[in-house]
C-alpha cells in the first residue's frame, strides 16, 4: 500500500496537478482576501448586475468556436492541433459577428427581460466576450495538449491580482456595476493574451513528420471532428443554461439583489472546484484520452478519481452546509447573510458538480458526447422546473435555491453512475 501510495505521488499526473492546483490556489487566496473589501465597496444589486452579465456570457462562451477547441487534445499530429486552432478562431469571429447582429435587433427585449434599463449598453460587450474567450479555449487546450501545466498555473495566479486589485482600486473611488463588468470581460482578454504570449516563449517545438506535414484542411477537421459542434457544443450550451439559470430566473423574478446574494454563494463555493476539481479534469482528459488509446481500465481511473474528489470535498463543501450564514455574514458583511442561507443549497449543487469533473471529462473519450446532450436536456428540465416551483408554489427565492441544489446533487449522481457503466461496456469492447 506504501509503494502504491509513493508510486502514485511520483506519478506525472499528480505533478501536472499539483502545479496547475498551485497556480489556481494562489490566485484564489488573492480573490478570497479581496473579497471582503469587494463586499464592502459594492452593493448586492451591482454583483447582482455583473452575476447577470456572466450568466449570459457563461450561455454563449462555450460555444464560441463550436467546441473545436475541445478537440485540439486529441490528435496525434501537432499539425491537426494547429488546423483545429485555425478553425476555431474562424468559427468565433464568424459567431461575435452573429451575436452583434443578434443584439442589435432585440437590444431593447433583452434589457427588459433582465431589468438592465439602466445597464442597456452592458450587452455590446458580449461580441468581445466571444473572440476573447475562443482565444482563452484554444491556448488552454494548447497548453494542457503540450503539457505546460506550468504556464496555465503562471497566468491564473496574475491575472487574478491585476483584476482583483482593479477591482478594490476603482471601487473605492467609483463602486458601480460598469467596473465590475468591464474587469469580467477584462479577465477574460488578459488570460487569453498572456497564455499566447507564454506559449510562444516556451521551450515546446511543434514536431514536423514531413514538409507537407503542416498542411491540414480546416474543412477537412471540421468533418472530421464533427462530433463537436453536433453533440458536445449544444450540450455545452444547455449546460451552461442550466448553470446560468437561478441568476437570470432570481433577476426577473426578485430582482438584481437576489442574484446578486445566489453569485456571492455560487463563486465561495466555486472555489474547490477551481482549486482541485478543474485541475484534476485538465489533467484527467489527456490521461483518460492516452489511456482508452493504450487499452488500461478506465472505469478504474475514472471511479479512482471521483472518489478522490469526493474525500477533498466533503469537508469544506459540508462545514459551508452547517455553518454558511455565520460564515458569509463574518467574512463578507452583515448585509450577506443571506447569500450564507443560499450558499448552504448551493453547496449540495457544487459538491456534485465537484466530484463529476471526471465523468465529464470522459464523455469524449467514451465516444458518450450524443449521451451527454441528452441527459443534459434533463438536468437543464429538473433545473428548470424546481426553480419555478419555489416561486410561483412557494413565493420563495431561498425554496426555489433549495429545489434547485437538491436535483442538482440529485442528477450529477445519477450521471457518475451512467458514466461507470458507459465504461464498463468500453472495456469490454
Do not use: C
Request: charged share 15%.
Amino acid at each position: 500500500m506504501k509503494k502504491h501510495i509513493k508510486n502514485l505521488l511520483k506519478s506525472k499526473f499528480v505533478k501536472n496537478v499539483t502545479i496547475l492546483a498551485t497556480g489556481v490556489a494562489g490566485a484564489q487566496v488573492v480573490t478570497m482576501a479581496l473579497s471582503p473589501i469587494v463586499t464592502r465597496l459594492y452593493t448586492p444589486e451591482a454583483i447582482g448586475v455583473l452575476g447577470s452579465f456572466t450568466a449570459i456570457t457563461r450561455t454563449i462562451i462555450p460555444i464560441a468556436a463550436l467546441t473545436y477547441p475541445i478537440a485540439i487534445v486529441l490528435p496525434k499530429r501537432d499539425q491537426e492541433a494547429e488546423g483545429i486552432i485555425k478553425l476555431s478562431i474562424y468559427l468565433s469571429l464568424i459567431i461575435a459577428t452573429l451575436v452583434t447582429v443578434i443584439i442589435g435587433g432585440f437590444n431593447s427585449t433583452i434589457v427588459s427581460v433582465l431589468k438592465w434599463e439602466e445597464y442597456s449598453s452592458f450587452i455590446y460587450l458580449i461580441p468581445l466576450v466571444v473572440i476573447f474567450s475562443s482565444f482563452l479555449q484554444v491556448s488552454e487546450q494548447w497548453l494542457i495538449r503540450t503539457n505546460q501545466f506550468v504556464i496555465n498555473a503562471k497566468v491564473y495566479f496574475y491575472q487574478s491580482v491585476i483584476i482583483n486589485i482593479s477591482k478594490v482600486g476603482i471601487g473605492l473611488f467609483y463602486p458601480v456595476a460598469i467596473v465590475l463588468v468591464i474587469l469580467q470581460v477584462a479577465e477574460i482578454a488578459l488570460r487569453a493574451i498572456m497564455m499566447m504570449i507564454f506559449a510562444k516563449k516556451s521551450k515546446y517545438k511543434i514536431k514536423r513528420i514531413s514538409s507537407n506535414d503542416s498542411k491540414v484542411s480546416v474543412k477537412h477537421l471540421a468533418k472530421k471532428y464533427y462530433v463537436f459542434p453536433l453533440y458536445r457544443a449544444p450540450e455545452k450550451f444547455l449546460s451552461s443554461v442550466a448553470q446560468s439559470l437561478p441568476v437570470l430566473l432570481l433577476t426577473g423574478l426578485f430582482g438584481p439583489a437576489s442574484a446578486g446574494f445566489y453569485s456571492l454563494g455560487r463563486t465561495a463555493l466555486s472555489i474547490p472546484s477551481r482549486l482541485i476539481g478543474d485541475s484534476i479534469g485538465d489533467v484527467f482528459y489527456p490521461r483518460i484520452s492516452e489511456a482508452a488509446k493504450n487499452g488500461e481500465n478506465v472505469k478504474m481511473l475514472i471511479k479512482r478519481a471521483t472518489l478522490a474528489l469526493a474525500g477533498l470535498g466533503i469537508i469544506p463543501f459540508g462545514i459551508i452546509i452547517l455553518f454558511g450564514p455565520i460564515i458569509f455574514e463574518f467574512v463578507f458583511g452583515a448585509e450577506w447573510d443571506i447569500a450564507g442561507e443560499y450558499a448552504r443549497w448551493i453547496a449540495l449543487a457544487s459538491f456534485s458538480v465537484f466530484i463529476n469533473k471526471p465523468s465529464v471529462k470522459s464523455m469524449p473519450v467514451l465516444s458518450a458526447q450524443r449521451f451527454h446532450l441528452f441527459f443534459t436536456v434533463i438536468r437543464l428540465l429538473t433545473r428548470s422546473v424546481s426553480l419555478i416551483i419555489g416561486f410561483f408554489i412557494f413565493n420563495s427565492d431561498l425554496v426555489a435555491v433549495a429545489l434547485f441544489g437538491i436535483a442538482e446533487l440529485l442528477a450529477n449522481l445519477i450521471f457518475i453512475f451512467i458514466t461507470l457503466n458507459l465504461s464498463e461496456k468500453k472495456i469490454q469492447t
